[in-house]
């Protein structure tokens, strides 16, 4: 038995079912809730439905008129970053393009044009598109803790497609940085220090060392980034936890970090496609409070629509409650990725 208490209650539901002549039929909702943030989650017996969430040709055609992050357009719609970060105006790793958001949500905010290409199907991905891109994050990180080393804590963020809510369908990443956490992070570090506090221990290397150990929700590792479906997940199609075992920092990844990170997403990105799922939202978290040990983490949602209509993913339950809706159980999703990391 390991130190980490991981909580799941079962709630059961009775009902007349019309489907059945109206016998009464009995179903098993799990409440789980997350070991380090307290975060709830709703684990719901019902099938999973795949519709056809791809995006219309006539729609990427309409998308790529006007597009700024295109390379005909990139000079001269795009914002410079100012000389103290960059005297070239914008970064360059490879084909990727670092430069600000023009509609800024914090005090530091990029976006990387991570390839020309205006349009990517996940399976299209390469570890080196997304490589190029994640270096020319680190390289920005690195400037800007030169001239404003309050600001410690950066994520890396990414809508892809519609459903993730993308407003811009060209491949890209935005970048956050900024001198306080927010909410989401801010519970990962409570937890963290609240776990430090109680039992001695880092809770990021417990957690590694009995997910490995149990092997239900661990899915694989390349190089020292590992792989796990989260216990308690934000999604309704589950959601994919990545640790940077040893780091500290965005800063702190070295090009073969990035590498094997990106290596780890397009084997995802397969086993998405091969699921009929196209979208999906991604974050990584770096910063830390004094005297609160972490590792840079990651989280990857899949993003879907419900049939039959095309609707969010997104209810009152997760949007008001703060509770997610989830249809594939986490060890469910860890059993189905790990061919991917054979």
């Not at 023009?102 to 990387?112: E, G, L, M, Q």
């Not at 800007?144 to 407003?167: F, T, W």
């Not at 390349?222 to 800063?251: D, M, Q, Y």
């Not at 770096?286 to 049939?307: A, F, H, I, Q």
């Amino acid at each position: 038995m390991g130190r980490i208490e991981r909580r799941l209650k079962e709630d059961r539901v009775w009902f007349l079912d019309p489907k059945e002549g109206f016998q009464k039929k009995e179903l098993t909702i799990e409440v789980r809730e997350d070991p380090l943030t307290g975060h709830h989650s709703r684990i719901l017996p019902f099938r999973r439905r795949f519709p056809d969430a791809s995006i219309p040709h006539d729609l990427i055609e309409a998308s790529r008129k006007g597009c700024p992050f295109c390379p005909e357009q990139i000079e001269t719609l795009t914002p410079r970053l100012v000389p103290e970060i960059a005297v070239e105006g914008r970064i360059r790793k490879g084909r990727a393009v670092l430069f600000p958001n023009s509609f800024p949500y914090a005090k530091h905010n990029w976006v990387v044009a991570l390839t020309e290409d205006h349009f990517l199907q996940i399976d299209r991905f390469t570890p080196e598109i997304l490589r190029d891109g994640f270096e020319a994050v680190s390289e920005g990180i690195s400037r800007l803790e030169k001239i404003c080393p309050e600001d410690q804590y950066a994520s890396v963020n990414c809508n892809y497609l519609l459903q993730a809510g993308a407003g811009v369908l060209h491949p890209h990443l935005q970048v956050v940085v900024q001198e306080e956490p927010t909410v989401k992070h801010r519970a990962v570090l409570e937890g963290l220090k609240t776990y430090h506090r109680e039992k001695g221990a880092f809770f990021w290397e417990d957690y590694l060392l009995e997910e490995k150990g149990a092997g239900e929700r661990y899915i694989g590792k390349i190089g020292e980034t590992h792989f796990c479906s989260s216990f308690s997940p934000l999604g309704i199609l589950g959601e994919i936890l990545v640790l940077f075992e040893g780091l500290e920092n965005l800063s702190d990844l070295s090009a073969k970090n990035w590498s094997d990170f990106s290596e780890g997403l397009v084997r995802i990105f397969k086993y998405l496609i091969d699921t009929r799922t196209y979208s999906f939202n991604l974050s990584l978290f770096s910063g830390t409070w004094e005297g609160v040990r972490n590792w840079v983490y990651g989280r990857l949602c899949p993003r879907t629509t419900m049939p039959p209509w095309g609707t969010s993913d997104i209810n009152y339950f997760e949007k008001l409650h703060g509770e997610v809706i989830c249809v594939l159980s986490p060890e469910t999703l860890a059993k189905e990725i790990q061919p991917y990391f054979e």
